[in-house]
Nanobody, 118 residues
Framework: QVELVESGGGLVQPGGSLRLSCVAS????????MAWYRQAPGKERELVAR???????DYSDSVKGRFTIYGDSAKNTVTLQMNSLQPEDTAVYYC????????????WGQGTQVTVSS
């Protein structure tokens, strides 16, 4: 059984920073990619950043230059460093794992709230 446990998030003022972390527990799988998505009220869930083993990462245009995603393949962890946060970054952030175990499996964390407000 694979489980994603997220930590971080909270309330921050505009221009501030937060760090989100996610650990994937379980065994018998390999990681194809780990990512962070977010969903704001009334909006669809969207990709924020995605990283593959080896370190190649992709970002949504709205966070490029402000957010950085880090991955540790050995520990199956992924971290999202968020700088220069703005009110429009307010959302529930979800950790995502694309795992290979005979087939492709996709797992989600429970979500963590990020609120940017003065």
């Amino acid at each position: 059984q694979v489980e994603l446990v997220e930590s971080g998030g909270g309330l921050v003022q505009p221009g501030g920073s937060l760090r989100l972390s996610c650990v994937a527990s379980g065994s018998g799988f390999s990681v194809r990619a780990m990512a962070w998505y977010r969903q704001a009220p009334g909006k669809e869930r969207e990709l924020v950043a995605r990283i593959v083993p080896g370190g190649n990462a992709d970002y949504s245009d709205s966070v490029k230059g402000r957010f950085t995603i880090y991955g540790d393949s050995a520990k199956n962890t992924v971290t999202l460093q968020m700088n220069s946060l703005q009110p429009e970054d307010t959302a529930v952030y979800y950790c995502n794992l694309e795992a290979i175990k005979n087939d492709l499996w996709v797992y989600w964390g429970q979500g963590t709230q990020v609120t940017v407000s003065s």
